[in-house]
């Protein structure tokens, strides 16, 4: 598999409902993948995004940068690291909410 795809953040999760780990890529938030063992379900998201990848290449579709990658300016209204900033984006990606919503959560 290609190099490519390591940079790319991923989550495994546990799902007591279908009783297998899910895998998530939250630079493609639509994508995921699953397996018996936290190892396979994380080895089966990186071919799904690495079929993505490729697929989006053959049509000339823009590719997601990853999180490990951009460029962060650290500031919100609330000046912050560029690593805490970069945090906050993971985290309000894998609860799928805008980083000010996120914040907002976290204070109130």
Known sequence: MN???????Y??????????HIGKCLEFPSLSAHGHTMDKALHEIK??????IKWMRENNESIPESFSSRKFKGNLTLR????????LTIKSAEEG???????LSKII
């Open 97 to 103: 909410v805008s980083i000010n919503k996120y914040i």
């Open 80 to 87: 912050v690291p560029a690593e805490i900033h970069r945090e």
């Open 11 to 20: 989550t495994i999760k546990w799902s007591e409902e279908d009783k297998i």
């Open 47 to 52: 071919k799904v995004v690495y079929a993505s």
């Open 3 to 9: 190099k490519e795809i390591e940079k790319y953040t």
